[in-house]
Structure formats: structure tokens, C-alpha cells
């Protein structure tokens, strides 16, 4: 009997990838429903996607959560959720324990995103180079006050600069640190928000402040500097060109992750996602696509 346990045990996480894999029926409704899960950066698309696909196949739900890219992939790894939303590449040790639970991740690529620095609307500067970024946000930086970036800023009056970051479970964080800090740690000392939205809504109201976060959650009363990835390169402004045709220097692809080959309702789903429609809505969330699609202002 005992032996007859173990065994069952043992099976209960295939078992939960293999429903994974194609979504899972909801009880008494005869409706299937997918479970998905990370990304702050990709949860609004994500809703609007869900939302939308409910006219295209009523029989299918999609529960949609955030929580940040590492705690997608980590539900992932564990057969909770059907797909994981993440805005950076899973880890190779992710990898590598999903595989060995016998389910190598699928990758699928489903948008492109330009990781916007903000400033306060009042603050002056127009442009800044990844080297002052880092000097700014790395651990051993020495950049503290704007005045040493040549600046003042009007209503902060002790000069400092306030760095506001993402948690450490972030997928943004974890591109920001790659691609701006070389894998270099944070200082210690920053604001560390727990969605998109909060780092754009403190710098807002702070003078002070600085962040970073995905392009859509710019508003108008926040700036976008341009951005120098190089001394004698030209500075580019944060957009959806620019972050499609990788001029920008601080784009990224935006990530859907699956326990293998994906089937059934599951498969449907992300299909859809790349198709046209599919395509229109991340773009007219304020994302480049992964495909160019064909929209019109309405499925936009």
C-alpha cells in the first residue's frame, strides 16, 4: 500500500503538466479554462487578450494574474498554470528543471518592448546613456545628485536622486540589471515597486525620481529621455519602431512559456494570439508586435 502511494505521489506533478499542456475543464460548465500567470509588464495585454478571446471561443476562459515574471515561471515549474507570462528568457536552471519534470519549455515570442526610463514631467533632462544609467542604479555608482548630470530640477530641492526599481521576482528587473548594470548588482537604497504601473505612478508625484518600466505605461505626466547606448552613437527615443527594429537601446521581447508543445484549447489560445487580431490588441496596447498585423482603429 505504501508503494502504491509513493507512486502516485511521484506521478502528481507529470500529471499536472500534462493538463497543463491543453487547459483545464472547468467544473459542472463544459468550458475549459487556461491558467495564466507572471509578468507585470505584459498583464494588461494579457487581460484585453483574455477578455477579447472570450468572443472568439465563449467555451474557453482565461484566468489572467500577475506577480511578476519568476513567480509565472515558478507556477509554471510546478503545474499551476497553463502558461507563464515573463519579460525575460527563463533562467537555464528553470530550464532545466522543467525538463527534467519531462516537459522541455516552449518559447513563444508574442511582442517586443522598449524599457522606458522615466522622469518627473518637470525634470529637464532629454537625454541619458546606459553609463550614467548605471552609474545611477549599479552598485559602486557615483552618481547620487542631478546636479551632477548638469541639471537642475525644479521642486526637488535636495538634488538627490531618488532610484525607483521593481522587486527582485521582476522580469524587468532582471533585463534592467542584464542590460544596463551587465549583471552588475543594484545599490542598495532604491524604491522597489511591485508592478509597472506603481514605479510610473511614484515618480509622478516624486521630483526626485527616476524609473524604468515598459513603454505602455508611459502617461503624460511622466517624460521619456532618449536614450545613448554608446558615446558616439545617436540617442533614441523609446517607441514601438524603435523597439522593433531593435534600434532602441534598452528593447526586449515579450515572453509566453509553456510545459512543451502546447495542445488543445491551450495551443488555440496562443495562436489566436499571433494571429491578426491577436496581434492588434498588443499593439495597440502600446507594445510592438511580433508579427506585423493589419488593424484597424476599432480591434485596436
Known amino acids: 500500500m505504501k508503494t502504491h502511494t509513493k507512486s502516485y505521489l ?15 475543464p472547468e467544473e459542472g460548465s463544459g468550458r475549459s479554462v487556461i491558467q495564466n500567470k507572471g509578468s507585470d509588464t505584459l498583464v494588461n495585454v494579457a487581460q484585453a487578450w483574455a477578455e477579447a478571446y472570450q468572443t472568439v471561443n465563449p467555451n474557453v476562459a482565461v484566468a489572467v494574474t500577475g506577480g511578476g515574471s519568476g513567480t509565472g515561471i515558478a507556477a509554471l515549474m510546478n503545474g499551476t498554470v497553463d502558461i507563464a507570462n515573463a519579460s525575460r528568457e527563463m533562467k537555464e536552471s528553470e530550464m532545466k528543471e522543467l525538463t527534467a519534470a519531462g516537459h522541455a519549455p516552449k518559447e513563444h515570442v508574442v511582442g517586443y518592448d522598449a524599457l522606458a526610463i522615466f522622469l518627473h514631467k518637470d525634470n529637464p ?8 544609467l548605471k552609474a545611477i542604479y549599479g552598485d559602486g555608482g557615483t552618481i547620487e545628485k542631478w546636479s551632477q548630470l548638469g541639471v537642475k530640477v525644479p521642486g526637488c530641492k535636495s538634488d538627490e536622486i531618488i532610484r525607483v526599481s521593481r522587486q527582485n521576482n521582476s522580469g524587468t528587473y532582471a533585463y534592467f540589471r542584464e542590460a544596463v548594470l551587465d549583471e552588475s548588482d543594484f545599490k542598495l537604497g532604491s524604491r522597489d515597486m511591485h508592478g509597472s504601473k506603481d514605479v510610473v505612478d511614484l515618480v509622478m508625484n516624486t521630483a526626485c525620481a527616476i524609473g524604468y518600466s515598459g513603454l505602455a505605461y508611459a502617461t503624460d505626466e511622466v517624460h521619456m529621455p532618449c536614450v545613448i547606448s554608446t558615446p558616439d552613437s545617436a540617442c533614441v527615443a523609446p517607441t514601438i519602431d524603435s523597439a522593433l527594429d531593435g534600434t532602441y537601446p534598452i528593447a526586449r521581447p515579450l515572453f509566453m512559456y509553456t510545459a512543451g508543445e502546447p495542445t488543445g484549447a491551450t495551443k488555440d489560445y496562443l495562436d489566436w494570439i499571433l494571429s491578426n487580431d491577436g ?6 496596447k502600446g507594445y510592438a508586435p511580433a508579427t506585423p498585423p493589419t488593424c484597424s482603429t476599432t480591434a485596436m
Open 279 to 284: 496581434q492588434c490588441i498588443i499593439l495597440g
Open 125 to 132: 533632462i532629454q537625454e541619458i546613456s546606459l553609463q550614467q
Open 10 to 24: 511521484l506521478l502528481l506533478p507529470i500529471v499536472a503538466l500534462l493538463i497543463s499542456a491543453c487547459g483545464r
